[in-house]
């Protein structure tokens, strides 16, 4: 199993970002993904999650109506549509598949300042 992110940045408060998870390793359109988070000093979040079809997600109730986690299964990855960001969403963001056991990407960094 191989989970790369990518789409990290710096933005200004109020700014977007595009987050991807390209996956390998596993029959991606079997599995629901989840978008975690861990900001300095604090414990690792869940953020959002979609189910295996993409028909169902939900949120953390701090990134609801600013975020959208979206799956492409052709592709084999997943998406976490950021707007709106605050400075409190810096962190580095991981993306995350759990079979048997949870396997996690690199992780890239988001940094929300002006």
């Known amino acids: 199993v191989q989970l790369v992110e990518s789409g990290g940045g710096l933005v200004q408060p109020g700014g977007s970002l595009r987050l991807s998870c390209a996956a390998s390793?596993?029959?991606?359109?079997?599995?629901?993904m989840r978008w975690y988070r861990q900001a300095p000093g604090k414990e690792r979040e869940l953020v959002a999650f979609i189910t295996s079809a993409g028909g169902s997600t939900n949120y953390a109730d701090s990134v609801k109506g600013r975020f959208t986690i979206s799956r492409d299964n052709a592709k084999n990855t997943v998406y976490l549509q950021m707007n709106s960001l605050k400075p409190e969403d810096t962190a580095v963001y991981y993306c995350?598949?759990?079979?048997?056991?949870?396997?996690w990407g690199q992780g890239t960094q988001v940094t929300v300042s002006s």
């Open positions: 390793g596993f029959t991606f359109s079997s599995y629901g």
């Open positions: 995350n598949v759990r079979r048997v056991r949870d396997y």
